[in-house]
């Protein structure tokens, strides 16, 4: 049953083995989400080196995490959204956005936005941010040089509606070759389906143009025929394979079976997508909460019992958007049984739901094992109303730590939303050349085995699969179907 103690719920976050939470009440006021029908998120990693263990000499010891929630938040006014709150624990800092997420990992950063928000307009403030204020500025440079950058996202619904650099796949490749010497830009899936865009840069990205030198005084951000400069990282891949954590490449990752996995749905059952509606979460929420008021009043004297509870006698907090509805929400849902407590006693989820509908979460989930001290996460963001509806689940918590094969994971949040159709992208590290053998046979055989059973989800049908060979790990793309989907709008053509 969902507990309905105001200030647990209030406070539980708290009380999570180390984590702490902030909530930005000031930008919380006014919040609506009747216009955020843009679901499908934009989605940028930039890695400033493999692992937390390989920080820079002139890093901060804290690396990325040293930043204040005021310095991000001026990179977050370029983007275009606010922070709500903040998450936190030793090994990562969750910004839970009024448009999606952002994760700040002592050696990255995650940053997930939807809408019309100009998510690469806010990449050249990062840099800054990196080097000025974390100390992985190399030579002294007043930007930062990436170990490695992802960008990826859906195909927009609505492109028509996006801002500049966003406006077509072709105008986000051109922003980012500007600014990297080796990025690759891939286009997964079908042209006239569903299809998912990607654009990566090499281990040991270069900025083009290089970093600034410190003589020259003119502005960071402009372009200049520069020398280009390269990061290196030595003995790199030994030390890969000596820590688990979470991240591609390996770096901090789950030895050669790190994963990151996104769930993109879409058409959602109205039924299922009446839970992140506002009205409906709060009907819900005042039934369980007047319940509970009538069992402890029939255990009062008669003399004493009060009468029945009003509407207007609800705490203001079970009628009006926020934290404490969004947390009643991810329990009611199931949401927070995809990493349970049991299994997980450190996860904690951090969820808001918006006025009239809309629903975003966070959650850090700490490792169970003693032996492993590192963080992993997971986000979801929900758009239900019917002509744009859409929801989204993002994890990096390695299949083999939950005990549960991606198949098993897939399947519960699948069962939340029950989407008409929906895409699934599996980032898997592979082993480096120097590990190779016994690795790759073991790796070769579990990845089979896995495979065989992401195939077959029950209640769909797979229409699509894609596996791309790149560097450091496989990416597998699936497309499903429910078996009794009619079909719906067509992605449109018009955001190549």
Known sequence: MVALDLAAVNTALNKSQGTTLSINHQATIDLDSSNAFEGPEKLLEVWFTPSPELLPPSASPEGLKCVSKERWEQMLDIVK?????????????????????MFVFPHKVILKTCGTTTL????PEMLRIAS???????????????????YSRKS????????????????EIGYLDEWFLNGSAYMVGKMNGEHWYLYLTNPGSMLSPPLTPTNEPADPLERHETETQLITFPEAQDIVYKNIGGGRDGGSGNGIFDETLEVLMTDLDQDKAKQFYLENASAVAAGQYRR??????????VSTAEESIGSDDLPEELTSEGHVLGSIVSEACGLDGVYPRSGYPGATVDSYLFTPCGFSANAIVPSPDPKIPTTHYFTVHVTP??????????????GRQ???ETAEILEHVVGIFRPGRF????????????DRGARENIYDVTAAKRSARMDCIKGYRRVDKIRHDLDGYDLVFRYYERDDWKGGVKPVLRDF
């Open 81 to 101: 959204c606010k922070v709500l709150s903040v998450l936190k624990n030793e090994h990562v800092d969750a910004y839970l956005l009024s448009e999606s997420s």
């Open 120 to 123: 690469l307009n806010g990449l």
């Open 132 to 150: 000025e204020e974390a100390g992985f500025g190399l030579g002294g440079g007043v930007i930062a040089t990436p170990y490695r950058v992802f």
């Open 156 to 171: 927009f619904m609505f492109p028509d509606k996006q801002m500049h650099p966003h406006k077509s796949w072709r105008d």
């Open 292 to 301: 509970q008021k009538d069992e402890e009043r029939s255990k009062e004297p």
């Open 385 to 398: 109303e019917p002509h744009c509806s859409y929801a989204s689940f993002e994890t990096n918590v390695p």
């Open 402 to 404: 939950s005990g549960r």
């Open 423 to 434: 895409s699934v992208t599996l980032f898997e590290a592979k082993p480096a050349m120097a």
